[in-house]
């Protein structure tokens, strides 16, 4: 959900990028797309993904995109592993969900 709030975030030059691709590879936001990230390999082919789990991320990415599930992280648009230190942004963003080791964030208006 924060990739899709990324996406129609309202604004006509997003800074997030354009597109759910754009949002997606934006460089430094979803740890996954850099290279020395162990899902990289998957991501870009090298490893295959299981087809179970794979299915599993296409059923949720299609409901999410399709706007088929409400969305939990109440407009969040920022989060951040527990597992390092809080960033500066956090201190001027709203909370609206702690899941698991993530917590989200949306901008104050």
């Keep these: 959900w924060t990739i899709r709030n990324r996406v129609f975030d309202g604004?006509?030059?997003s800074w997030w990028g354009e597109?759910?691709?754009?949002v997606c590879q934006k460089p430094y936001?979803?740890?996954?797309?850099?290279?020395?990230?162990?899902?990289?390999?998957?991501?870009i082919?090298?490893?295959?993904?299981p087809f179970r789990e794979?299915?599993?991320?296409?059923?949720?990415?299609?409901?999410?995109?399709?706007?088929k599930v409400p969305d939990?992280?109440?407009?969040?648009t920022h989060y951040y592993a527990t597992s390092i230190k809080a960033p500066a942004w956090s201190a001027k963003a709203k909370q609206t969900?702690?899941?698991?080791g993530h917590v989200f964030?949306?901008?104050?208006?």
């Design 29 to 43: 936001q979803f740890s996954c797309w850099n290279k020395t990230d162990p899902n990289y390999q998957f991501l």
């Design 105 to 109: 964030f949306r901008d104050v208006p």
């Design 97 to 100: 969900l702690k899941l698991g």
């Design 54 to 67: 794979l299915a599993q991320c296409r059923i949720a990415a299609d409901q999410v995109i399709d706007g």
């Design 72 to 76: 939990p992280t109440g407009g969040a």
């Design 19 to 22: 597109g759910y691709a754009g």
């Design 45 to 49: 082919g090298v490893k295959q993904i």
């Design 11 to 13: 604004k006509e030059k």
